[in-house]
């Protein structure tokens, strides 16, 4: 939690619609989490802890789970689900009868990562397959596919059409335009990958 001004001022709200919010640190890596309503339910992705964001994700409605999109992506989730009193999720394979769709983007021995899809709000959460932040993309992309993953992405989000694209890195796209955003970024993620790189790196 934030003890002092400093650390409140560390980070910043982001990606506000009207089934949730997102919050960002004020760092390099832009680590973001998400609060969404859907069904009368509040799930958390991928959460940093940060009080005024747990403040306000009671507010919006009745916690049901804190979801650990990204194997690895250990971040705080198991303790802002304590501090919540609801059940912490890691990459699971399914959440049945909740409003969340899990799908299925990496399975390896080294990094099991899953999407999540709110078909309601047509909000789609992505841990590290995608991301908005510069090193993840080539220059002109509104987003991009994760380097690591550029020569196989993540084809599974094709089918979808959100109107929110919410990342565990960098502030979301959202609008009419983010349809068209998430086909560039996997149609043309091989392609640009060298461009890429000279992002990741520069």
Known sequence: MPTDEADAKSFVFCDEFEAGFGW???EKLRRTSHALLS????????????????????????PAGVVQ??????RDAAEVAAAL???HYTAPD???????????????????EVAAWLPEIQAL??????GTVGYFRAKGEPIGVHPLLRLRPPKALGRLEPRHILCGHGAGVHGEEAPAALREALGTA??????????TFR
């Open 94 to 112: 399914e959440l049945p009868t909740s409003p969340v769709e899990v799908v299925p983007l990496v399975d390896s021995r080294f990094w099991k």
């Open 39 to 62: 069904r009368g339910e509040i799930w958390i992705f991928d959460p940093v802890l940060w009080e005024p964001a747990l403040e306000r994700a009671r507010e919006l409605g009745e």
């Open 85 to 87: 009193g609801v059940p």
């Open 190 to 199: 091989r392609r640009r990958l060298p461009r890429a790189l000279l992002s």
């Open 125 to 130: 959460v992505v841990a590290d397959a995608l």
């Open 24 to 26: 960002k640190a004020k």
């Open 69 to 74: 999109l990204l194997d690895r992506h250990k």
